[in-house]
């Protein structure tokens, strides 16, 4: 069975700080996709990023970063000079699907709360 | 270019009633998987459609059923509601390929009363 467990309910940080949520997961597939996704208070499912098991290199977009550590199953999140628009609950999710977007695994998510 | 559409927005039923919720997919998509998240909780996986037919499915009784028609939409039925129904139904699309993310919509809040 898969499990994503996002220990940290709820994150609160002033306007410029950096924050990082964390995400460990548990599977026995070999082949194996990770994502993570933004909630805003809209109720939508926003997609940040997807990571393969095989690729370990570390991602940066802008203001956001992803370290993938296959050693420790884990697969953290960092946002660099928070902003206000970065509220909203964060799910870390997992896929052990060909296609990598069959049946996701989805942690219980982080409340940020970024303050002004 | 649309996104993925939900229909409605809120519902309200009485225990023991049946609930149709509809979806739209985005453009271009061909597959289209349901999601039920309760209150506080992360999303869990019901079933997935590709080419109308139930291709995965979740831990959900068979109270839960679905359809895919000709046009890629949508639809989730849930019969013989339960107070526990009481959830946001998020329905996801995506192209049945590698490397095609889930997009998915604002959802469909269901109380049941």
């Known amino acids: 069975a898969q499990k994503v467990t996002q220990a940290q309910t709820e994150i609160s940080v002033v306007e410029k700080e950096d924050v990082t949520l964390d995400c460990v997961y548990e599977?026995?597939?070999?082949?194996?996709?990770l994502f993570w996704y933004k909630q805003p208070p809209s109720g939508e499912l926003v997609f940040l990023i997807r990571?393969?098991?095989?690729?370990?290199q570390n991602e940066i977009s802008g203001r956001y970063s992803w370290n993938f550590q296959k050693s420790t199953s884990s697969f953290n999140f960092t946002i660099t000079a928070s902003q206000v628009v970065d509220s909203a609950v964060y799910f870390c999710a997992l896929s052990g699907s060909n296609f990598g977007n069959e049946k996701l695994t989805f942690g219980t998510g982080t409340r940020l709360t970024i303050i002004p | 270019d649309a996104g993925v559409t939900q229909s409605p927005t809120h519902l309200i039923k009485t225990r023991g009633q049946q609930v149709t919720l509809r979806c739209s997919p985005k453009s271009g998509h061909d597959t289209v998987s349901w999601y039920q998240q309760a209150l506080g909780q992360g999303p869990q996986f019901i079933f997935q459609?590709?080419?109308?037919?139930?291709?995965q499915r979740g831990n959900f009784p068979d109270r839960f059923s679905g359809h895919q028609f000709p046009n890629y939409s949508s639809e989730l039925n849930v019969n013989a509601l339960l107070l526990g129904d009481s959830a946001l139904y998020l329905c996801a699309s995506s192209l049945r390929a590698y490397n095609s993310p889930l997009h998915f919509g604002n959802g469909t809040r269901l109380t049941v009363t």
């Open positions: 990571r393969n098991s095989f690729d370990e």
């Open positions: 459609y590709y080419e109308e037919e139930e291709r």
């Open positions: 599977t026995r597939d070999t082949t194996y996709y």
